[in-house]
């Protein structure tokens, strides 16, 4: 049945590929419009992978736009799965203490490039795996290339560890998979260790420095850490799928490595998390008004550690799709042939499994839980997001054309196809007559007036940053499409200029 739908799916994506810019009023309503499509795709793949219940969340603009709930999150007394419900995200909860290692940041508190043992003294004297292995960093522990083994079974049957353990276990010497700084490897121990390091700087519990540090001012007022603070007909319970049934997981009290893993949120209440990763796009000069930096969250989102090129990625309609993946701070990071850059976290723990992701250039943002161990909700939350892609027809949010642009198009229309004095215009780098003869480009662009026939008019710029775009010029029987890059100087003039038929 999925396959079915995604099959139709792709006649709908070669149509929207064709649609016209749409306005922001009929976004949010084409959006809203694939509500029952989003609904039925959770449905099929809760059934096909035996979920008790489900709870998921659009986020548009910054906002929870729609969202819902399937199944129970709690089955032996019926308890319908919602978007109040609160369940345990497992590593979703690690970008969270990566945001909370930039607050210390902002505070002037560390920095990303210190050795961990500055705010860890036992971490001074541990051994290494080779003599010239450098001293860990914070950034080595936030991306995951502290050389730490992976230690997904282990840590994840550590959440209520404390402190004294973790120190404990530095003491004795940690095994290491490989020497800090040269490799990706995922470690539950590495946010272990910024939780800690989190508290000792802060002077706070870490759980009570992230509360009032991040949840509070985003308004997330429902995210608790230990399960028996949660109210019980909101508290959803975990289940593995065995012998044909499901079976309860005893749920974990909140410890040391709860840095890791140990968050415990609703739709509702982590859809504000997401809205804020989102608004540190586009970059801007708007006020700040969020718990750290928008360059900070921007600095999180980056691929700071490499780890895989999937030439054979497969979307769930079937089209194959180069991807390249990457991982930030707490974040995962990656990107496809298409150019989607797509930023969030898994989740996974014996009875849960969760997924956040966002494409900031579309503005957009995806969020579902479940209550099955590993329950494995990227696969569906690509589905939808393709999906909504898809029937909404959405394109990539328009970059603002800075005014320089907006002045070098004006400047370059009055000039063409005649190029009359156009090297005494002023508006034109050191580097372009030297690159190419003005006849040269004279001869260029006639060959192409020659098919299009003569200039009637020009559109818009279409920025792909602030120093960069494209515009049309047109013709009679076609159009010209002109493309040009300012240089770094101030004021920025036109280095690179050319032009093709538009398709």
Known sequence: MLRLTFTFLLLLTSLAMQAQPISSAERIEKIKATLPVIEKLYK??????????????????GKLLLSGGQGFSEIATSTKATPQS?????????????????ALKKEGK?????????????????????????????????????GFPEDNPWGDRQLDTNDED????????????????????????????????????????????????????????????????????????????????????????????????????????????????????????????????RSDVREMQMPWNFNSIMGNFKYPSGRICAMTTAYGYGLRWSRDCEGRTGIGHTGGLPGFGSQWQILPEYGIGIIAHANRTYAGMATINTAVLDTIIALAGLKPLPIGVSNILKQRKQE??????????????????ENFFPDRSVLHRKKELDVLLAKTGAITGSTDMMAENQLR?????????????VYFTLSPENPALIQQLDFSLAK
């Open 469 to 481: 775009g494209t515009f049309l010029l047109k013709g009679s029987n076609g159009d010209i499409k």
């Open 166 to 293: 973790l120190i404990n276990l530095i003491k004795k010497g940690i095994s290491f998979s490989n020497v800090p700084g040269v490799t990706y490897e995922y470690a539950n121990l590495g946010f272990a260790m910024l939780g800690k390091i989190i508290g000792n700087v802060s002077g706070k519990p870490y759980q009570q420095y992230i509360n009032e540090t991040i949840f509070k001012p985003l308004g997330m007022n429902s995210t608790i850490w230990e399960y028996t603070e949660a109210p019980k007909p909101l508290l959803a319970h975990g289940y593995r799928y065995e012998d044909d049934v499901w079976k309860e997981e005893e749920l974990e009290h909140d410890g040391t490595y709860g840095a890791m893993g140990g968050l415990i949120t609703s739709i509702d209440d982590f859809s504000k998390y997401v809205g804020f990763h989102l608004s540190a796009w586009p970059p801007s000069s708007a006020p700040e008004t969020g718990p750290i930096l």
């Open 412 to 429: 370059l229309v009055k000039l063409l196809p005649d190029w009359k004095n156009v090297e005494q215009s002023g508006i034109f780098a």
């Open 110 to 146: 560390l920095r990303i490039d210190d050795p961990a043992y500055l705010y860890i003294p036992e971490l001074k004297n541990m051994p290494g795996l080779t003599k010239d292995a450098p001293p860990i960093t914070i950034r080595h522990l936030l991306t995951h290339a502290a």
């Open 86 to 102: 609160l369940f345990r995200i497992a590593s979703m909860s690690k970008s969270v203490t990566a945001m909370g290692i930039m």
């Open 44 to 61: 099929e793949y809760a059934e096909k992978n035996h979920f008790p219940g489900l709870a998921f969340g659009l986020v548009v603009d």
